[in-house]
Structures are given as structure tokens and as C-alpha cells.
């Protein structure tokens, strides 16, 4: 049951997209004089926006908010993966706007408003037919749409705004502050009209819950988006969703990213459906994140890349031997499950490239070993080598756990967009930032709520605003939100490995070079 009703919306937008083509009775087919009437044709009509939302969030999106950060880094390995240097910019804060994945992630993001936009056309002009089910489908693109314009603006600041497709005239720039009104005014307009509904009915597309969680997500950061103090507003959203009873923390964090997840996880608010046999949108952490060696370990049909790893002081945050969420880091040593170590054969020289003794081809063979530290070798830009030591430096994520199901490298793993967690941690911060109680909760019960479900360490004693960052980096690794967050609590500048970029302006990504040459309305941002 996990994807049935996100398959329609695919299933039917291809029907939708080729029945003009087909020569067959009208009566058993969608055609233009039949459709969209019912709620499973409107579900289709939007199918275009979803699967434009779902292509590049694992890929490049995930590249933006994750590697700029020091959550992960992906040195070149003799010269794999160097890639013109662009990843070597998004760890050092170096980018311009040149850079191949700041260009993808502008199209990426317009093409999703593009096809919302179009597919709102499609639903709005539809006559006849199921008019609470138009309504409501027409509030939940709209969601759709404010979220992506959330995630623009997260990332470039002023951006233009359309809400037409085929829209002619080259849109402006839209200051920041201005598209932040708009983003409120879409989610508050669409709330009357979303469904309450939570699990498989409407998996997958947004329900009034989800409005709440963007409007939280939006009022704990509008101080950095426009100035204001919206933590009140924060702490309502985030009401909205606790007094509904809807959610609730799942007992095993493990589960709600093993590669079988989906509306059977009572935690997720809004989540992107992944399936390796559906196109347009890729899931492949593990081709970075897993190394090379355990394929075998995993059952894996595929050899992983092993690009991608942590750095040492965000792996700091992960101290707590009884917290599940510390178990899910691979380190030191490697063995297969019933405890066989996991072996190379290679030489000595195939473990050290810069190995000089005379015996450097004698054959060995090689228990890996996962060590913390990134280290800089040979002559090559932002390079660690291309031996076994190279392959094999920094600790791996295996939150979402490696998927033997799939036969290519692309995941079955749904991606959470909005968590209860998020919910609840969201709320005692913007307590802490000066917000109301509310409800009986406070800052601590908050998060001892989250942690008890977490480690079996002792209940705190007092928390404060450095530790809701510390306790939102152990809680969402790989979720796409510690750049938000890095920016929120001031830390966007500091220094971490090859990074010394402190620059206030690198919060935003310049507006690419040719979305300027396309729309020359486009004003660039600040220090680039």
C-alpha cells in the first residue's frame, strides 16, 4: 500500500498526456471533454508537479543544502570526483555564479513552479465535475508551490515570482521580504481547503499539517528572511499540529528510513515517494555515502562510489554511545554481520600511494578500516589520493539504511520533507528565542519528549539554544535542513575543515549566469 495512490497520479498523468493520440471509445478512456471530473482525475492533473518536485530533491538540491555545510564533504580521490572543482566550492564557500549545481538547482526549482503552475491551469479551468475535490486539489498545489518558493528563498533570497504558466512577460526580481508575504498568504489562503486526512490517502501531497509545518518553518526563520519576530506565529503553527493528535514520534528511529518507509510512518508530515521503477527523481545516498568494500555487506546490486563523508567536528555532535541515532555512523574497523572482517586484497602500495620501500607491490590484504580525518594528498586540487587510506577517510551515514531491494543504485527510501520531531524541536526553540509557553510543554519537556525516543541516557536537566542546534544536527543529518539551520543560529560562517570563508553574503547563492542572460530583470545578490 506504500506508493498506491502517488503510482495513480503517475499512471494517469501519462494516460492524460497521450489520449489525444489514441483512437478508443471515449467512454473507458480520459479525454479532454471527460477530464478532470473525479478526485483520482484531479489527483492526476497535478501528477506533472509532484514528479517535477520529486526529480532532483535527493540530487542536486540535497547537494546544495548538505556539502556548503559541515554535515558532509566530498573530497576528489585521485581526481575521481573532483568534477571541475564544484564540490570542492560548496565546502569552501568559493562558489560563483557559474556553478554547474547552483544553475541546476534554479532550474530545478523553477521547473517545479512551471509545472505547478500549469497543472493549477489545468484544474482551475476544468468545468463540472467533483467541486470539493478540484478545491481541494487546487489548495494543495498551491502548497506545493509556496514550498518550493520557500526552498528558492532559502537559498537565493529575492527571486522572481509567477503564479501563470505561459506566462510571457520576463518576471522581476521580487524582493525577499515581499516573497515571504506572498509564501504566507498562499499557505494561509490554501489551510480551509486541505484535507485533515493523514497515511495513505494523501501520502505524498500536502495536508493541513504540511501547511503548518512550512508556516513554522518560515516564522522560526523570519528574522533572517525579513527581520521580523515571528516566533509566537511559530509556536501556533506548531500547535496546530501537536493539539491535532495526528502524529507522533516513532519508537524506532531506525525505521523511518529504512527503504520500505512510506504512510506507515506516523512521524512524517509530508514525504517524497521514491521507487527505483518510477521515473523522474533519484534517491542514491548510499552510492555517496557507502563505501566501496561493502557492497557484499549490504547485498547490494550495485558498487557504490564512496565519494562522500562527514568531517570530524560535526561528527563531534554524535557523543552519546546509548543514542540510536550514533549507532547509525559507520566507523573504525568493518566487519560483515556475523562478524567476518571485511577484507581488500590490494598491495602496499595499493593501501599507501605514497609508499617508497621496495617491497610496494608485495600483495596484503587489507582490513578496512573507516578513519575520521580528511587529509590532503598529492598535488591535485582538494584531493586525498586514490589508495585504500583515501577511500576509506571519514565516517559514513547509513541512516537511510542501504536498499537490497532495488536492482540499480536508486533507492526505494521516501525522503521526509516535514517530522513531528521537527515539530515539537521547532517549538522549544522559538520558546527559547523568546516565544510563550503554550500547552503545558516547555523548552525541556520538548526535547526530552524527542530524546526519550532516542537514547537511553538520563532526561536533561536544562536545555538551551546550543544544545537545540546540537540536538538538531544529531536528529536531522541528511534531511536537508542543517544549512537552515547552520544560518539561523549564526554559524554559517565559522570555519570547519578546508573552509576559512567567512563571508555573511555566501548565506545566499548568487542567481545564476544564464537564468541573467535568459531574464537580464534578474538582479544579482549581494558580493558576487
Known amino acids: 500500500m506504500k506508493r498506491i495512490k502517488y503510482i495513480v497520479i503517475i499512471l494517469l498523468a501519462g494516460i492524460l498526456n497521450s489520449c489525444h493520440d489514441l483512437n478508443v471509445d471515449i467512454s473507458t478512456q480520459l479525454t479532454e471533454e471527460n477530464f478532470p471530473k473525479t478526485e483520482e482525475h484531479f489527483v492526476a492533473a497535478a501528477g506533472a508537479a509532484y514528479s517535477a518536485f520529486r526529480f532532483d530533491y535527493a540530487v542536486k538540491y540535497w547537494f546544495l543544502q548538505t556539502l556548503s555545510t559541515d554535515e558532509a564533504i566530498m573530497p576528489a580521490r585521485g581526481g575521481n570526483w573532483y568534477d571541475q572543482s564544484r564540490y570542492e566550492q560548496l565546502h569552501k564557500h568559493t562558489w560563483t555564479a557559474d556553478h554547474a549545481f547552483v544553475l541546476d538547482g534554479w532550474n530545478y526549482l523553477s ?30 498545489l498551491r502548497v506545493l508551490r509556496a514550498l518550493t518558493y520557500f526552498m528558492m528563498m532559502d537559498l537565493w533570497g529575492n527571486i522572481p515570482v509567477v503564479t501563470r504558466f505561459g506566462e510571457t512577460t520576463p518576471p522581476s526580481t521580487t524582493p525577499r521580504e515581499e516573497v515571504f508575504t506572498f509564501i504566507e498568504n498562499e499557505v494561509v489562503e490554501s489551510l480551509p481547503n486541505l484535507s485533515s486526512e493523514t497515511g495513505v490517502s494523501t501520502y505524498g501531497r500536502p495536508n493541513k499539517y504540511t501547511a503548518y509545518a512550512l508556516l513554522a518553518k518560515m516564522y522560526l526563520n523570519a528574522q ?20 491535532s493528535g495526528a502524529y507522533q514520534l516513532e519508537k524506532d528511529y531506525k525505521k523511518m528510513f529504512f527503504f520500505n ?10 514525504a517524497i515517494p521514491f521507487a527505483p521503477s518510477t521515473p523522474n527523481g533519484y534517491m542514491l545516498y548510499n552510492r555517496y555515502w557507502l563505501p566501496r568494500s561493502l557492497r557484499k555487506k549490504y547485498s547490494l546490486n ?40 571485511v577484507t581488500v586484497n590490494t598491495t602496499k602500495l595499493g593501501y599507501d600511494e605514497q609508499y617508497t620501500g621496495s617491497d610496494a607491490k608485495d600483495p596484503i590484504v587489507y582490513h578496512v578500516e573507516l578513519t575520521p580525518d580528511i587529509v590532503l594528498r598529492g598535488t591535485r ?10 577511500w576509506n577517510m571519514g565516517y ?23 517530522r513531528y520531531a521537527d515539530i515539537l524541536l521547532m517549538k522549544a ?34 536545555v538551551d539554544l546550543e544544545f537545540i542546534y546540537a540536538e538538531r544536527n544529531r536528529e536531522f543529518v541528511g534531511e536537508n535542513w542543517h544549512r537552515n539551520d547552520m544560518i539561523r543560529f549564526g554559524k554559517f560562517e565559522n570555519q570547519w575543515g578546508f573552509k576559512t570563508d567567512t563571508d555573511p553574503d555566501k548565506r545566499l547563492y548568487p542567481i545564476p549566469t544564464t537564468a541573467r542572460q535568459l531574464n537580464p530583470l534578474l538582479e544579482q545578490n549581494d558580493g558576487y
Do not use: H
Open 111 to 140: 521547473n517545479v513552479i512551471a509545472n505547478t503552475n500549469k497543472s493549477l491551469q489545468v484544474i482551475e479551468d476544468a468545468e463540472g465535475g467533483d467541486t470539493d475535490a478540484k478545491i481541494q486539489s487546487i489548495a494543495e
Open 224 to 243: 533572517v528572511y525579513n527581520g521580523t519576530d515571528r516566533f509566537n506565529d511559530a509556536i501556533a503553527a506548531c500547535d496546530s499540529v501537536i493539539g
Open 261 to 270: 518507509n512510506g504512510p506507515n510512518i506516523k512521524e512524517f508530515i509530508f
Open 302 to 341: 550495485y558498487d557504490p562510489s564512496a565519494p562522500m563523508s562527514t568531517i570530524p567536528s560535526f561528527y563531534a555532535y554524535f557523543n552519546d554511545a546509548n543514542d540510536i541515532r550514533s549507532q547509525l555512523w559507520l566507523t573504525g574497523k568493518q566487519y560483515l554481520f556475523d562478524g567476518t572482517p
Open 381 to 390: 586540487p582538494f584531493d586525498v589520493g586514490n589508495d585504500e587510506k583515501a
Open 396 to 418: 559514513r551515514s547509513i541512516k537511510f539504511y542501504p536498499d537490497s531491494t532495488s536492482s540499480t543504485r536508486n533507492q526505494n527510501t521516501d525522503l521526509p520533507v516535514f
Open 429 to 462: 526553540e522559538a520558546i527559547l528565542r523568546g516565544g510563550a509557553e503554550t500547552m503545558g510543554q516547555t523548552p525541556l519537556s520538548l526535547v526530552n519528549d524527542v530524546r526519550s525516543l532516542r537514547t537511553t541516557s538520563a532526561a536533561l536537566s536544562s
